[in-house]
């Protein structure tokens, strides 16, 4: 695999949703191991996780990628939806106030190949810098169990932990939020 320095973040094109919820798909299969059961993990994909194309038409979903393909995907959002692709029927898509609001950080997942080798720091980095270039000052996520971690170790501190009714299974998740800097 290509080292971080190789890899470029661009916004995601309509063209590339189904390659992308196949990259979701397989990352929440495999990453999520040990925090979820499979069952856990087979309702999030169906109910939860997938591309918000709205996010894809705002130009706000990104993607990384390098000679080796598409390594991961995330974006950040002005909209009030703080997770779920196009099939969780909890969306809202009015839009946030950066004086009032904080930005919401969205569906970040990593190819598994591609895991721990820079791909979702860089990402979100590119988030959060495009988020502060909007006016927003704060950001906050509903974070999965697996990507709990990787988000306080970038600043994130936690909030109140949530079970989502994933067509019948509750799947955890846990609230988290940051200060950005100036």
């Known amino acids: 695999m290509s080292d971080a320095a190789s890899l470029r973040i661009r916004p995601a094109l309509a063209a590339e949703i189904p390659a992308l919820n196949a990259l979701i798909t397989a990352s929440a299969r495999r990453l999520s191991q040990g925090y979820y ?5 087979e309702a999030a994909i169906t109910h939860v996780f997938g591309v918000d194309s709205e996010l894809v ?6 993607v990384v990628e390098s000679a080796d393909g598409l390594l991961g995907c995330g974006g950040w959002s ?3 939806t703080l997770f ?3 099939g969780f029927a909890g969306r809202e898509s009015g839009l946030l106030d950066p004086a009032r609001d904080a930005a919401k950080i969205r569906a970040f997942f990593v190819a598994p190949a591609a895991a721990r080798r820079g ?3 860089a990402l979100l980095a590119a988030c959060e810098n495009a988020a502060r270039a909007a006016g927003f000052s704060r950001t906050e996520l509903m974070a999965t169990l697996p990507g709990e971690p990787f988000y306080a170790a970038h ?3 936690q909030g109140e932990p949530a079970i989502v009714d994933c067509g019948g299974v509750p799947v955890r998740f846990v609230a988290m939020a ?5």
């Open 37 to 41: 059961t499979e069952a856990e993990t």
């Open 57 to 62: 038409a705002d130009g706000t979903y990104l």
């Open 78 to 80: 002005r909209r009030a």
């Open 84 to 86: 779920g692709g196009d």
């Open 119 to 121: 791909v979702g720091a």
């Open 155 to 157: 600043g994130y501190r």
């Open 178 to 182: 940051k200060q950005l800097s100036a």
